[in-house]
């Protein structure tokens, strides 16, 4: 599926990049503890148009399809409701359907899979030398009605969202920082619990606010909590994740963390990348082997 720039002749020059020289330039500068915007030349593609997104919705297993209304606040508690409509129907009719939809694990499809990888190696010379290859490389898709919202959360992965169609304006609050994300959540969530976040009114003053139009994109570092709120029109996202052998780490040390704390302790934070969490992750992997210990 790659991409190719034609001469004045029709002929092909050689592959045209997703990522243009400016925006991996920026990625090269922030990665992976900056979030800050880049641009994409992706927002024409015959694959996530809203027939082929309601093809490929309708074909994934439900363990990778979640939809929800979309009229809910930035700290809703727990999941919001469902609108009644399929999946199918949702997307179709995104204009209407006051909803909020993600499809996890595209790249199960073959041709998203390739999708994903074109993107992931545009970037892998700046990726690796950094945080080492890209593990456990999966996709998202975001499609929103007019007004939704995507409540206050945090997510494991190294991210890029790409803005395909609408607006939408997503804060980003510092990774790592207590304030907005206590570690016990931290902690929860490495040991199975909800992603979303409780939110505080005070914390609307020390978030950044990003604007993202079609052929925009935004990298989210890891664990860096987040809302979303879509603009007055439908909104189509792509995002492309990935996990480092420093996140996995993070993820551990968490864990760990959570069963030092069941046993009457108060232990310090993980620390943040380049700083690793070897001896607490190894401590997790092993308490993993003993049957009820996490």
Known sequence: MSHYVGNLQGRSVGPKQIF???????FASSYPEGPHKLTHDLSRHPLLELDALAMLAESLPATSVEYNRGDVTIGVTGKPEGTGLSIGQTIREIDSANSWAVLKNVEQNPA???LLHELLNELREV??????????PQSFIFVSSPDAVTPYHFDPEHNILMQLRGHKQMTVYPAGDGRFARDTLHESYHTGGARELSWQDSFSNYGMAYCLDPGDALYVPVMAPHFVKNGPHPSISLSITWRSKWSYEEADARAFNHLLRKRGMDPKPTRRWPRRNRLKALGCRVARRIPGLL
Do not use: K
Request: a positive charge; glycine letters at 4%; aromatic letters at 10%.
């Open 20 to 26: 243009p020289a400016r925006s991996r330039a920026y």
């Open 112 to 114: 998203y899979a390739a």
């Open 127 to 136: 990726i690796e030398p950094l945080t080492g290859p890209p593990l456990t």
